[in-house]
């Protein structure tokens, strides 16, 4: 089985405020279905899982 790094999302810093809360989300940005970079990266995400799990055919 070949030894293969997985994608990394890269890390963008949302912040929403509820209530006297401030979250932070780093990979909002993934849920921009039409944005190209979210469809590359899980193009990318894709070919790693059907790289690593080849074997199991």
Do not use: C, F, G
């Not at 293969?4 to 209530?19: F, G």
């Amino acid at each position: 089985m070949p030894e293969l790094d997985p994608p990394v999302a890269k890390r963008i810093p949302y912040e929403s405020h509820l209530h006297d809360l401030i979250l932070t989300d780093n990979y909002r940005w993934l849920r921009e279905q039409r944005n190209p970079e979210v469809i590359s990266y899980l193009e990318e995400e894709n070919a790693y899982t059907e790289k690593m799990t080849a074997h199991t055919l």
